[in-house]
């Protein structure tokens, strides 16, 4: 069992930059694969980025790739989804998400069993 605290969150211009936390409880963080999703009003929720238990690989959905940066450090537990030039399209609910699974599909939300409550991010014109 891993619970998950996702922190960060805000309203930012345009252009702007977030960092999102995702805090897991417990001492097996790295055995977890982790993920970030984000659901926009009206839209169904999305996958955006994940990565691998090592943090030896990352993924990243068109969308984000080269704007937004997956990390980890398993020393405190903790993933983060840093966001660079943000654009009023990212405004969303940010969900962090972990999966033991293997093989695990990164990119498909049924791949993770444990899911945090959500940070809402609003980007502004």
């Known amino acids: 069992q891993v619970q998950l605290v996702e922190s960060g969150g805000g309203l930012v211009q345009a252009g702007g930059s977030l960092r999102l936390s995702c805090a897991a409880s417990?001492?097996?963080?790295?055995?977890?694969?982790m993920g970030w999703f984000r659901q926009a009003p009206g839209k169904e929720r999305e996958f955006v980025a994940a990565i691998s238990g090592s943090g030896d690989s990352t993924y990243y959905a068109n969308s984000v790739k080269g704007r937004f940066t997956v990390s980890r450090d398993n020393a405190k537990s903790t993933a983060y989804l840093q966001m660079d030039s943000l654009e009023p399209e990212d405004t969303a609910v940010y969900y962090c998400?972990?999966?033991?699974?293997?093989?695990?599909?990164?990119?498909?939300?049924?791949?993770?069993?444990?899911w945090g409550q959500g940070t809402q991010v609003t980007v502004s014109s």
């Open positions: 417990g001492r097996t963080f790295s055995m977890y694969a």
């Open positions: 998400a972990a999966s033991r699974r293997y093989p695990l599909s990164y990119y498909a939300q049924g791949s993770y069993g444990y």
